[in-house]
């Protein structure tokens, strides 16, 4: 079992199953059973799916100033994580919008909120690195400062990127550097 601390934004997310991507306008829709609100986000995914795998797993994160962070605790997950490390320091909770088809097509909105202008506890996360097998970390703003602290600290890193266009690649260049 490795011990693995992870960062990234976590959110509530929205799920909506729809027959065609893209959707055709109405005004209301009925969609019974097709909708689905749930917590999400690369950081909480990650880091359920290696507890799932045996792993004992720090996240870190941040949250609305308002929100609970219970919240991100749900009761029905077959698996919880060791510790949560939330700051409560954002104006709203970060959040999305996923439309999926039949065909498992997806599209979606993130509303990020104002995570890109905080950070997580950096003397925590310092703390919970000292005996960290690996730092797994995403692609977001505040972690780029994260991914130094780990570096200096000669962790091993590693860095879940969904995407790779090229408006992004010199922000994803800094934290594989």
């Known amino acids: 079992m490795a011990k693995i601390v992870s960062a990234g934004v976590i959110l509530k997310e929205t799920i909506v199953s729809v027959p065609h991507i893209p959707i055709q306008y109405s005004r209301i829709s009925f969609l019974p059973n097709k909708i689905f609100n749930g917590i999400g986000g690369h950081a909480h995914n990650m880091s359920l799916a290696m507890q799932y795998l045996g792993d004992e797993v720090t996240l870190f994160s941040m949250i609305g100033k308002d929100e609970n962070p219970v919240t991100f605790e749900p009761a029905d ?3 919880k994580l060791t510790k ?13 919008v996923v439309l999926f088809d039949e065909d498992m097509r997806q599209q979606r909105v993130d509303d ?7 950070q997580v506890d950096i003397e925590k996360f310092k703390e919970e690195i000292k005996d960290a097998d690996l730092v797994l970390l995403s692609n977001a703003t505040f972690c780029v400062e994260l991914a130094e602290i780990a570096k200096a600290a000669g962790k091993k890193i590693a860095v879940n990127m969904r995407t790779n266009l090229p408006d992004e690649r010199e922000f994803n260049t ?3 550097e």
């Open 84 to 96: 949560m490390e939330l700051a409560q320091n954002l104006s709203a909770t970060p959040c999305a």
């Open 77 to 79: 997950l077959p698996v």
């Open 174 to 176: 800094r934290l594989l």
């Open 112 to 118: 990020f909120k104002d995570a890109a202008e905080h």
